[in-house]
């Protein structure tokens, strides 16, 4: 949705100008806020929405402060929510929530919003975060769920309940509901903390249903009219406002109300047509026209009725109190009464489908002028235009599925049957690329594949003939990807480029990508950085997100092989960010990743957690080797937490996954781990004998130091050593390094062995990697002391031994292993953040401006790596800065 | 209780006020009877459970007044 029609989600529905004045209902209103919820739960058409709004509005101006004596004169913000069919993802729903609070104060839920990616989201932390910093808010805050019935998500239930279970006094829950939610409504109720508006309260009595007729809709009834208009339409207020309508025009009103309170007809179909024949000929049209859009405005109602007067009717109608509703304040977007919509298209299409769409195709055309593609495309697919939604689909500039819009255009294109994709072997394509690109991988791809070449030898031999093999190629450069088979990703790449429009710049750049990963996976590190900024680049420029992320991934990897852990976790943080709303199962790689890196930091914690999340997300992708990564990962963490056994499990359940699915290239990273598990139980033969087997040096090495055999060890890390260099691999140098201080120390070299330990230290201090110092046991705790007798990079060598969990290592006091320090300045902001203050209360205290304080505040987060101040503090207490 | 029903099952919606017949589609296919007492029956078959509540709903989201659902023997 486009970003001013988003925005009509938190706008409160303006007030009509005269409305029924319902002052014991606002009074419950206010009364309920001393609890917890307020429903308002009633069928459609009983004003919910009117009633909230307009207590919102008494509370916002004060204009009943004669009623409102039991109101506290606490000010009160309202948040304000109004729900649709797709906020069914919780993720999705939660994310409006609190975008919703953070119209209020910007700073409310900031660390709840970076949990969003996370899958399966951590509903209770989340919300727990959210709570913490309402609990911050000086104001009374009422967050209002209007038409909370479309949700109709357990998931959403639950994380409701738990708000409420959980709910601070400053905060108060309104919903209003067609049906009632499932939440704990009875033990509120009993606890007296739910108040309840239902229909029977809602409904007009004889008295309001007279006050409406005479003095909003300005008609001289008798009472006994009144009366027989209330019972037939049992004071339901669409209803009386459509008999209302009806009677406007109506020259014979006693005639009509005897006719209308006679028949048994359902209220809204005998009304509809009186009201309809009220209004002009092309008011009629205007309306019977416009049903078909969700959203309307002036233009674009022009678009559909060949008119010029859209905007002019659009306020008439909702003058004249035509079941409209504005969504915004500027009178541009408004939308038809649900129910209103309804009956509209009910009358309009019963007989005329081919009218039905024609009004789409329009709609789709003006939504196509005004770049709203994703519009155009749903229209386009209502009026079953295929060639019209194929033609959308790539978009200008940018396919729709490289918008996050994949989803939706993958079940478009499963709906259509095979003789569409025969006559448009494009389709083929597009469903490839769709496929690959939502994680769908199946063996299915390669035919579909085949099925676009063999339809393509029939097409003529032009332009965009020669681009889809160009994108054949790439699709199948990209399956290539997942299983690691760098030859073809390059000879792929290579022709997908070749043949490719040199304008198709998407899936050049994808393509820049896979060449990209292929030179990653051939070692050449230097290459692949280069390839991955150039796609991170072309990706910003024409804002193919979903390529962006995937290089910004991968990036971060190198950086992580390139020990530069601080960078690695920050880039890794960027694509999480880049992907948080929708959550995207893609996001496992940076959650193994940062997992990875608090790993090397020695936060055992936040590398399971990260760990977790990670396999969680990756189960959902199919074909991808990510879990076995998790896995890997989680062993580690296990073993680091002295448990063998529970490491083997994970490793056993890695290898049979690796065995399904052909992830042969992961079997010498698990046996490594596997023979440091041997080593941990000091089964030094099976060890031994596992390393032989899989012919795995560095394995290799750290046995025969075990075995009392350095010069053997020595002899096999030489080699390394000098590939490593060769080929400037950080991570390997290091790891070679350690081992090689540890043989010589082992030979008793003391002086190699400080001078070595000492050139590992220099190399792991930049990005504060501790555990592969930690993960080779005491005798490189021993070898440690002794260089920091010798005076070897001092600081970080007691950080190292402090990893070790040794108590006799004295506490660093304000030592930043940081690469870029914090100031002094950013220092004092920091501390503050420890604090409950809010950011105005923190910039009042240091007596700097809001938007200096927040200038502070992005360098630290910067600086640290972190997105959120709960995670900034969290960083700060693990580096001492505090 | 058993209370899956096949593919087959008819069900019997009653509704408070005649409903006008072009509402048949929308209400998926089901015959749209008026009876005279001046309520509406919707009957017709039901895939399933999901169509029922989803039938259901959309009696709701109209402000229809519900009165009975019954499953019933097709003849």
């Not at chain 1, 994949?406 to 389709?427: D, K, N, Q």
């Not at chain 1, 698990?670 to 598990?677: G, L």
């Not at chain 2, 509704?15 to 998926?28: C, V």
Request: aromatic share 6%.
């Amino acid at each position: 949705m486009p970003d001013n029609l988003l925005q009509t989600k938190f706008h409160v529905p303006r007030l009509r100008p005269f409305l029924v004045p319902r002052p014991h209902l606002i009074e419950a209103l206010n009364q309920g806020l001393a609890g917890k919820l307020t429903l308002i739960s009633a069928p459609a058409g009983f004003g919910k929405t009117t009633l909230v709004s307009t207590w919102i509005d008494t509370l916002q101006t004060g204009s009943d402060t004669l009623l409102s004596k039991s109101l506290s004169p606490t000010p009160t913000q309202i948040a304000w929510l109004s729900l649709d069919g797709n906020d069914h993802v919780p993720a999705r729903f939660l994310s409006y929530v609190i975008a919703a609070l953070q119209r209020i104060d910007p700073h409310i839920g900031v660390s709840a919003r970076s949990m969003l990616q996370a899958s399966p989201l951590p509903i209770p932390a989340l919300l727990t975060a959210l709570l913490n910093d309402i609990t911050a808010q000086p104001d009374r805050l009422v967050l209002v769920l209007d038409d909370y019935h479309v949700v109709d998500a357990p998931q959403i239930d639950e994380a409701l309940a738990f708000l409420l279970d959980h709910l601070p006094p400053q905060l108060h829950l309104v919903i209003t509901t067609r049906e009632d939610p499932n939440l704990p409504l009875a033990r509120l109720r009993v606890r007296g903390l739910l108040t309840e508006v239902r229909a029977a309260d809602l409904r007009f009595t004889v008295a309001e249903t007279a006050a409406f007729l005479q003095q909003v809709m300005g008609l001289a009834l008798t009472s006994d009219q009144i009366a027989a208009l209330e019972a037939r339409t049992e004071g339901w207020i669409a209803g009386l406002q459509m008999a209302a309508l009806s009677m406007r025009g109506q020259k014979d009103v006693s005639g009509f109300i005897q006719s209308f309170t006679g028949s048994h007809r359902f209220v809204l179909d005998y009304l509809l047509e009186e009201v309809l024949h009220q209004q002009p000929a092309h008011v009629q049209t205007f309306l019977l026209k416009t049903a078909v859009l969700n959203q309307l405005t002036g233009s674009l109602c022009d678009a559909l009725t060949g008119e010029n007067n859209g905007q002019q009717i659009l306020e008439s109608l909702e003058r004249a109190n035509l079941f409209i509703v504005p969504l915004d304040n500027e009178r541009r977007w408004y939308r038809y009464h649900h129910l209103f919509a309804e009956l509209l298209r009910q009358t309009s299409f019963t007989s005329d489908e081919t009218h039905e769409r024609d009004l789409h195709i329009r709609a789709s055309q003006w939504y196509e002028a005004n770049s709203l593609e994703l519009e155009a495309f749903h229209h386009a697919v209502a009026a079953n235009d295929v060639a019209r939604a194929a033609r959308l689909i790539e978009g200008e500039g940018l396919p729709l599925y490289f918008r996050g819009e994949a989803i939706p255009v993958r079940h478009w294109l499963e709906s259509l049957p095979e003789t569409e994709f025969r006559a448009r072997p494009a389709l083929w394509v597009t469903y490839a690329s769709v496929l690959t690109m939502t994680g769908r991988v199946r063996d299915s791809i390669e035919e579909i594949l085949q099925a676009a070449e063999t339809a393509l030898q029939d097409t003529v031999d032009d332009e965009k003939t020669t681009d889809l093999i160009g994108q054949i190629a790439a699709n199948r450069a990209m399956l290539a990807v997942l299983t690691n088979q760098v030859d073809t990703i390059v000879t792929q790449s290579q022709r997908a480029l070749e043949y490719l429009r040199p304008d198709n710049a998407p899936m050049r750049t994808t393509t820049t990508w896979t060449l990209g990963y292929a030179y990653q996976l051939q070692g050449n590190r230097a290459a692949a950085r280069q390839a991955y900024a150039d796609t991170i680049a072309q990706s910003q420029k024409s804002g193919n997100i979903m390529t962006e992320i995937a290089a910004t991934t991968c990036l971060a990897q190198i950086q992580e092989m390139d020990n530069q852990a601080y960078q690695a976790a920050e880039t890794f943080q960027r694509t999480l960010q880049l992907m948080s709303d929708p959550p995207w199962p893609g996001a496992c790689e940076a959650c193994v990743g940062l997992a990875r890196i608090y790993y090397q930091w020695n936060d055992l914690e936040t590398a399971e957690r990260y760990g977790r999340q990670g396999l969680a997300l990756a189960r959902q992708l199919e074909n991808v080797d990510t879990p076995v990564a998790c896995d890997v990962l989680l062993a580690r963490v296990q073993l680091a937490c002295g448990d063998a056994a529970e490491a083997l499990t994970t490793l056993t359940e890695a290898d049979q996954f690796v065995q399904q699915h052909q992830f042969g290239h992961w079997a010498g990273e698990i046996t490594d781990i596997r023979i440091q598990v041997l080593l941990h139980q000091g089964n030094l033969a099976a060890a031994a004998q596992l390393a032989q087997a899989h012919d795995l040096p560095i394995s290799q090495a750290r046995i025969h130091i075990a075995q009392g055999d350095p010069n053997a060890a020595l002899a096999h890390l030489e080699p390394l050593r000098q590939q490593a260099e060769a080929k400037d691999w950080a991570d390997m140098r290091l790891q070679v390094l350690l081992l090689q201080a540890l043989a010589y120390q082992a030979a008793d070299e003391h002086e190699w062995a400080v001078q070595t330990i000492g050139e590992a230290l220099a190399r792991a201090a930049p990005g504060g990697l501790l555990r592969p110092f930690v993960d080779e046991g005491p005798p490189m705790a021993t070898l440690l002391r002794e260089g920091v007798k010798n005076g070897v990079a001092p600081l970080f060598a007691q950080q190292v031994l402090a990893a070790f969990g040794e108590a006799d290592v004295p506490q660093l006091q304000t030592f930043q292993r940081l690469p870029d320090p914090l100031s002094e300045r950013e220092l004092e902001v920091l501390k503050l953040l420890t604090t409950e203050l809010t950011g105005p209360e923190i910039a009042r205290e240091l007596m700097i401006s809001l938007n200096t304080m927040r200038t502070h505040t992005k360098n630290i987060y910067s600086k640290l790596g972190v997105t959120s101040r709960r995670t900034a503090v969290r960083r700060a207490e693990e580096l001492n800065l505090l | 209780m058993d209370t899956r029903h096949s593919p087959t099952d008819y069900f019997e919606i009653r509704l408070k006020g005649h409903l006008d017949t072009r509402w048949a589609s929308w209400f998926e296919g089901m015959t749209i009877i008026l009876t005279e007492e001046g309520d509406t029956v919707l009957a017709g078959p039901v895939a399933d459970q999901a169509a029922l509540h989803g039938l259901l709903k959309k009696v709701r989201d109209l402000g229809l007044l519900l009165i009975s659902v019954n499953r019933v023997e097709p003849g």
